[in-house]
């Protein structure tokens, strides 16, 4: 099992830690720097800024959203990135939900997730692969343009740079398990929401079959400490805010993978708390015992202890999502 550092995205502005944990965790051995976005900073900059101070360790999107991008514009942005870097990016793309998709890209959210996000890939595909013009007759991504207000003038082109690799790996973040099971068609690899290593089968039947060489890399709050409910704070913090706040009451998809992972009643509660502007409540709301199942928290020996469940299942990289180099550290020894 590898291990990538996840930086996420930033909040009211950029963290002065971004650069030097990268570069720690390039000393230390990891395999890959994950960036995220969701209403705010940009997933694409911020990994440049770290492509540019670093040399070996992967690039990864967790994950560049959809809805921000045409997937020819995603892809224009992977394959550059990837030849200023040599070759280390590698491509995670979200759906979203409807409410940033609505409410921040100004885009509907497509009916047909399922549908959308294999005809996203597939136009991805084609541009990396190079071996013709990008041409998609698609439900929700059509090149060229044939809609109705469409001028007829747009025809089939070729990127004009050629990509570094036809084969920059893709990952999709995916939850519900018929997106899982797509994902392992299409995809080189997979970034789980919540991943407990107790319990894979709540993403449907799909993790138990995955390809050869297929990629699932959750990412999980890690936090060496010796007061574990202390540690497990800023991981509730966290689950309140998704399960309570990032979606509508009617349709979250993190608050349904929560109760598919049997905390449905908690899920709700949480939701109905943060909903109504009570989120410290929230917070608290969030049973330990789910948030320590999705994170490694505590101390050396009990993460030493709980790393030996990640690393039995199917997954190939732990992405530590942490601001502590010690933490950093521990964990590099730890998986050596």
Not at 39 to 68: C, H, K, N, Y
Not at 230 to 235: E, N, Q
Not at 256 to 264: P, T
């Amino acid at each position: 099992m590898r291990l990538g550092l996840a930086l996420g995205y930033w909040g009211r502005g950029p963290s002065a830690d971004h650069v030097p944990l990268a570069l720690e965790a390039e000393r230390l051995g990891y395999h890959s720097v994950w960036t995220a976005e969701s209403w705010g900073s940009d997933a694409f900059t911020p990994l440049t800024w770290i492509a540019a101070r670093t040399s070996t360790i992967r690039l990864g999107t967790a994950v560049a959203q959809m809805a921000a991008r045409s997937p020819t514009t995603t892809a224009m942005h992977a394959l550059t990135l990837d030849h200023l870097s040599g070759g280390r990016v590698m491509l995670g793309l979200g759906l979203s939900g409807p409410q940033v998709v609505e409410g921040w890209y100004g885009r509907p959210f497509p009916a047909s997730p399922l549908t959308a996000t294999r005809e996203y890939v597939d136009v991805v595909r084609q541009v990396l692969r190079r071996e013709g013009p990008v041409e998609s007759a698609g439900r929700f991504h059509s090149h060229p343009y044939r809609g109705a207000d469409a001028t007829g003038l747009g025809r089939p082109l070729k990127p004009i740079t050629h990509p570094l690799r036809a084969d920059l790996p893709v990952l999709l973040g995916a939850e519900g398990p018929k997106n899982v099971a797509q994902t392992a068609r299409i995809a080189d690899g997979w970034l789980p929401l919540y991943w407990a290593p107790s319990r894979p089968e709540v993403y449907g039947p799909a993790v138990a079959g995955l390809p050869e060489g297929f990629l699932v890399a959750p990412m999980a709050q890690v936090r060496v400490c010796d007061d574990v409910a202390a540690g497990l704070l800023p991981v509730k913090a966290m689950l309140g805010f998704y399960i309570g706040g990032m979606g509508h009451a009617a349709r979250n998809f993190h608050a349904d993978l929560m109760a598919r992972m049997g905390y449905e009643e908690e899920a709700r509660r949480i939701q109905e708390l943060f909903l109504s502007g009570r989120r410290e409540e929230a917070v608290l709301a969030v049973p330990d015992a789910f948030a320590d199942e999705i994170s490694l928290v505590g101390p050396r020996e009990r993460i030493a202890e709980r790393l030996e469940s990640w690393r039995k299942g199917p997954v190939t990289d732990l992405l530590a999502l942490t601001s502590d180099p010690h933490t950093l550290r521990v964990l590099a020894e730890l998986n050596s």
